[in-house]
């Protein structure tokens, strides 16, 4: 791999496999608007080049793959603090744009999700060919307590979890280890942390044959898979189904309060979605019902133009105050109630932007 220096993202090739490190460990590897526009180009050249037949990414130090985007600087540029104004909008753009080519990458993409995978790190990773978990997995799509919602993708990779999983996962912003990120679908592998060094070192000696590169990937990947173990996700299913089956907030909130066979997780759940944003619980609830049976460049449009409008909004901005600059944990959300969100308000979020929606080269 290529080795560390004070650049954010680094990049190398080695037998014939192009890898990628995220290089901010200090601030668990997010992603800032210059890593992405080192990304892209990067990943265009070796899609081209014959001598490439691999890409393999994966996150500096020990605690996590990918945390997520860069929202600090969303925040201080929608604020005003500092940066142009339009970062805003350029930022999304060019995430997105990036995330749908990962996703139709024409060569095998691996992402070694050991660690905290959030966010953006989720972005580059689940839309992408294989994702290794590891012991130290921790997955999640926490946006609803920022004020924001599950994006990067997660319209449709969240619809594709069992049952009503997707939903509960959306709105609560839960944690998963990797049992469960292989579970839903998050994860297409799970290897123990101490063996990645093998893996990769597997992956790099490998003698590579022109179109027949994703076969040889899965036999790699393969031979280091091991079996994480139950899905805690899979034993708690049924409850899950049934509280979140409803199609407004009050029907799940309702169903959460009359659930007797998971009374405990079913009141914890219920505590966790009344202290996310109302508007954000609202939006996410609407843009997976909407979403059920988008394809990736779809659900991407539609999330970038719920971006715009939360970035016109209050609660993001309160959100990463109580959570990033404060710090005080106690957002004040406005409307505070979801009572005070009304169907015309939560529509008014998945308006068209006219001539300022995403479009895709």
């Known amino acids: 791999m290529a080795a560390a220096n004070d650049q954010d993202i680094l990049f190398g090739v080695e037998g014939g496999v192009g890898t990628v490190l995220l290089n901010r460990p200090q601030a668990l590897n997010a992603f800032t608007l210059g890593m992405y526009r080192e990304l892209e180009p990067r990943l265009r050249e070796w899609a081209a080049d014959e001598t490439i037949h691999a890409v393999l990414i994966e996150g500096a130090g020990d605690r996590a793959f990918c945390a997520g985007g860069d929202v600090r600087a969303v925040y201080e540029a929608g604020k005003g603090i500092s940066g142009p104004r339009d970062f805003t909008s350029v930022f999304f753009a060019e995430e997105y744009r990036i995330i749908l080519g990962i996703h139709h990458y024409p060569k095998p993409y691996i992402a070694l999700i050991d660690g905290i995978t959030m966010g953006g790190g989720a972005g580059v990773s689940v839309n992408g060919a294989y994702r290794v978990a590891t012991e130290k997995t921790m997955f999640a ?3 609803t307590g920022i004020g924001l919602f599950p994006d990067v993708g997660a319209t449709r990779f969240l619809n594709l979890c069992p049952g009503h999983i997707g939903r509960c996962l959306g709105l609560t912003g839960a944690r998963l280890g990797a049992a469960d990120a292989l579970y839903c679908r998050f994860a297409t592998h799970f290897v123990p942390r101490e063996r990645l060094p093998e893996l990769k070192a597997a992956l790099v000696s490998e003698q590579w044959h022109t179109g027949t590169e994703r076969a040889q990937i899965e036999a790699i990947l393969a031979r280091f898979a091991a079996d994480p173990g139950p899905p805690p996700l899979a034993a708690r299913r049924p409850a899950i189904d049934r509280c979140f089956a409803g199609e407004t907030m009050e029907a799940i909130l309702t169903a959460l309060d009359a659930e007797t066979e998971d009374r405990e997780w079913a009141a914890e759940t219920c ?8 508007t954000s619980l609202r939006i996410t609830l609407r843009q997976l019902i909407v979403g059920r049976n988008m394809d990736l460049a779809a659900a991407l449009q539609l999330e970038y133009r719920l971006t715009q409008h939360v ?3 209050h609660d ?18 406005k409307p505070p109630t ?4 009304d169907g015309a308000m939560t529509a008014g979020y998945f308006a068209s932007l006219g001539d300022g929606e995403l479009t895709f080269d």
Request: aromatic fraction near 8%; hydrophobic fraction near 55%; glycine fraction near 2%.
């Open 271 to 278: 505590a966790a979605l009344l202290a996310k944003s109302p």
């Open 311 to 313: 970035m016109a909004a």
């Open 316 to 333: 993001f901005y309160e959100g990463i105050r109580a959570v990033l600059v404060d710090k005080d944990q106690n957002p004040r959300w």
């Open 338 to 341: 979801l009572a005070e969100v």
């Open 141 to 143: 799509m926490p946006e």
